[in-house]
């Protein structure tokens, strides 16, 4: 399956919805539930770096312009020249085919919003950041499953189509012990269609491990 993401319809997809997604931020209750999150990081007097995997138009930029953090956004090289620079060109960003390039470890926060839930392969990818990340990481706009197993559906998404992730809740327990991460809080996305409305969760690596 070619994913909707490696089409080039997408970036025109993008940037047509780009004004009506930003018209509804404030009405939009998953965006309230991620300010949530990132109004529930401490405050440092340091700069705190964020990366945005999966960044898209980077539209979610404008939710840190309150905070004391450093937004950098990274996606697909095509996407973030067509998307990201185009309506948000004051940032920084880095183009990468594969999570596996990306320098997780320089940032204190990952910001992962409907990344891991367009995976063929979710625990795989995910494992990947929180075997680097080295702070905290939001995990925003995934679905949980407390009894089946962990799997994916396709669906339709920018004129073609798109993997979905449910993740089993004991899969993903499992793999916050193993790279020693504690969820510090989590909410409802209040998503009708998905198991329980679907989860934001904010991660933290146990602060034993932070500066080891």
């Not at 189509?161 to 899969?171: A, G, P, R, W």
Request: glycine share 2%.
């Amino acid at each position: 399956m070619i994913e909707c993401w490696h089409t080039p319809e997408v970036a025109i997809e993008m940037n047509r919805n780009y004004p009506v997604y930003l018209n509804l931020m404030d009405e939009t209750q998953h965006i309230q539930v991620l300010k949530e999150q990132i109004k529930a990081i401490p405050f440092r007097h340091n700069q705190q770096r964020v990366l945005d995997i999966g960044c898209g138009t980077a539209q979610i930029s404008k939710l840190f312009n309150d905070y004391h953090f450093e937004y950098n956004g990274s996606d697909l090289p095509y996407i973030i020249e067509q998307c990201a620079q185009k309506w948000h060109p004051n940032y920084k960003y880095i183009k990468s085919q594969n999570i596996n390039d990306l320098p997780i470890a320089d940032f204190d926060i990952i910001l992962m919003n409907a990344f891991i839930d367009v995976m063929e392969h979710p625990l795989q990818q995910l494992e990947k950041v929180l075997e680097n990340a080295k702070n905290y990481v939001i995990l925003h706009r995934q679905e949980f499953d407390n009894t089946g197993q962990t799997r994916t559906t396709v669906n339709d998404s920018y004129n073609a189509k798109t993997y979905h992730s449910i993740i089993n809740q004991t899969d993903f327990l499992d793999l916050l012990y193993k790279h020693e991460f504690v969820i510090i809080q989590q909410f409802s996305c209040s998503f009708n269609n998905w198991i329980d409305g679907g989860k934001s969760i904010l991660l933290q690596k146990h602060k034993k491990w932070i500066n080891r």
